[in-house]
């Protein structure tokens, strides 16, 4: 999974994020919450309220799709190769 979120409603979106520096930036962004539903070491929930810019959000769904992607394909014994010019750790240095 990469993403979950309400389509009707998106008062929040979950996504996956580097578990090194998953409390640190929940430190320095007060919409990311510790998640209900899933691994809180692994996922977070972003609230929408508008206090996080679109284009980092965005950022950081295509940050949990990579990382979904590398343990997919890490798990099934291929080589993680990233179609992307950005580091895998771009999730926790944007800002």
Known sequence: ???ATDVT???????R???DMIDELRAKYPALKKHVYFSERLWT????????ADTLV????????????????RSRGQAWV???SYPL??????A
């Open 82 to 84: 990233s179609k992307k």
């Open 58 to 73: 965005m950022q950081w769904i295509d940050e949990s799709y990579e990382l979904a992607v590398k343990n997919l394909q």
């Open 1 to 3: 999974m990469v993403s």
């Open 89 to 94: 750790n771009r999730f926790a240095t944007l």
């Open 9 to 15: 409603q998106f008062k929040s979106i979950s996504v």
């Open 45 to 52: 929930l972003i609230v929408m309220d508008n206090t996080i």
């Open 17 to 19: 994020c580097d578990a």
